[in-house]
């Protein structure tokens, strides 16, 4: 009998590619890893890894094992599912990554709504962008991520992640009440400070190419995720920013203003869980929780 744990090793190396970034993603040493990976070969009698310079290369008979082993923990997750649902109580703990913008307008009436349906639940959140959050649902080490998509940015659908829509949410221009940046129109704020996402993130390459759309190259002073920062410097006059509306749920805001942006873009929100754990009671209850928070903007 093939160990599944064993099997799980070489699917993550098949994804991930070297044995350093395995190590990385489940906290263990590559030498470990490595040796979980001879045992594997030894239960099989087939070669799996062969070297290639500095590095390992899974061969034909890993990849036959790497296909199965996704069809297997994909029914062991389905498995775990279909015996929590048979329970009368949704309990146990439920592991979310999400971007700031969520946890400030959803998450915390998600939560309210959680504590009171599910008091046996217990939700833990971590503030994570979503490249990592995304390698860390596949790796196990999270159970639902919040996801976003830009306009003309959308990233391909992940292997065995099952993706639902949350709310398609419009990106607004804020700047400040009054002063020299005070403008409707994107093109007459050539020149003005910008605050952005870094630019090697989707948000802030999207920031910078919607500028560039509109003839001209950003002037960004500040470069910070942080948008409640992002927020407070529009407020003080010190820059212009891109903000989404659903920040402004269950918020008010100071000597600012928001305008619409060119062709109204819209941020896609969706909630990124494993293929085999979509119909968990925990991860179906998280995500009720969160469409009855998004249901009036959606309504709006």
């Given at each position: 009998?093939?160990?599944?744990?064993?099997?799980?090793?070489?699917?993550?190396?098949?994804?991930?590619?070297?044995?350093?970034?395995?190590?990385?993603?489940?906290?263990?040493?590559?030498?470990?890893?490595?040796?979980?990976?001879?045992?594997?070969?030894?239960?099989?009698?087939?070669?799996?890894?062969?070297?290639?310079?500095?590095?390992?290369?899974?061969?034909?008979?890993?990849?036959?094992l790497?296909?199965?082993?996704?069809?297997?923990?994909?029914?062991?997750?389905?498995?775990?599912?279909?015996?929590?649902?048979?329970?009368?109580?949704?309990?146990?703990?439920?592991?979310?990554?999400?971007?700031?913008?969520?946890?400030?307008?959803?998450?915390?009436?998600?939560?309210?709504?959680?504590?009171?349906?599910?008091?046996?639940?217990?939700?833990?959140?971590?503030?994570?962008?979503?490249?990592?959050?995304?390698?860390?649902?596949?790796?196990?080490?999270?159970?639902?991520?919040?996801?976003?998509?830009?306009?003309?940015?959308?990233?391909?659908?992940k292997?065995?992640?099952?993706?639902?829509?949350?709310?398609?949410?419009?990106?607004l221009?804020?700047?400040?009440?009054?002063?020299?940046?005070?403008?409707?129109?994107?093109?007459?704020?050539a020149?003005?400070?910008?605050?952005?996402?870094?630019?090697?993130?989707?948000?802030?390459?999207?920031?910078?190419s919607?500028?560039?759309?509109?003839?001209?190259?950003?002037?960004?002073?500040?470069?910070?995720?942080?948008?409640?920062?992002?927020?407070r410097?529009?407020?003080?006059?010190?820059?212009?920013?891109?903000?989404?509306?659903?920040?402004?749920?269950?918020?008010?805001?100071?000597?600012?203003?928001?305008?619409?942006?060119?062709?109204?873009?819209?941020?896609?929100?969706?909630?990124?869980?494993?293929?085999?754990?979509?119909?968990?009671?925990?991860?179906?209850?998280?995500?009720?929780?969160?469409?009855?928070?998004?249901g009036?903007?959606?309504?709006?």
């Open positions: 009998m093939l160990d599944i744990y064993r099997l799980r090793l070489l699917r993550e190396l098949d994804r991930l590619g070297t044995l350093a970034a395995v190590a990385k993603a489940l906290n263990y040493s590559p030498s470990a890893i490595s040796q979980q990976l001879s045992l594997l070969e030894s239960e099989t009698g087939a070669v799996l890894l062969e070297r290639v310079g500095r590095g390992v290369r899974l061969t034909a008979q890993a990849r036959i790497v296909r199965h082993a996704d069809a297997v923990l994909e029914r062991l997750e389905l498995a775990e599912a279909e015996l929590a649902t048979s329970m009368t109580e949704v309990t146990g703990t439920l592991r979310v990554a999400s971007f700031q913008s969520v946890l400030l307008a959803l998450i915390p009436g998600a939560l309210s709504g959680l504590a009171t349906a599910h008091p046996g639940l217990r939700v833990e959140i971590t503030q994570l962008e979503a490249d990592p959050a995304f390698e860390g649902l596949l790796a196990h080490n999270v159970d639902v991520v919040l996801g976003e998509d830009y306009p003309g940015l959308a990233q391909p659908l292997r065995g992640i099952d993706e639902e829509d949350l709310i398609h949410d419009e990106m221009m804020a700047v400040p009440a009054s002063g020299p940046w005070h403008r409707r129109d994107l093109a007459d704020l020149g003005a400070p910008f605050v952005f996402d870094p630019g090697d993130i989707v948000p802030g390459r999207w920031a910078r919607l500028c560039r759309a509109a003839g001209f190259e950003p002037d960004v002073r500040i470069v910070s995720g942080d948008l409640l920062l992002q927020v410097l529009v407020e003080t006059g010190h820059a212009v920013a891109f903000l989404p509306d659903l920040l402004w749920t269950d918020r008010t805001h100071g000597p600012l203003e928001l305008h619409p942006l060119p062709g109204r873009p819209r941020r896609r929100l969706f909630t990124g869980v494993r293929t085999g754990s979509a119909e968990q009671p925990a991860i179906r209850a998280f995500r009720k929780a969160l469409q009855v928070q998004v009036p903007k959606r309504a709006g």
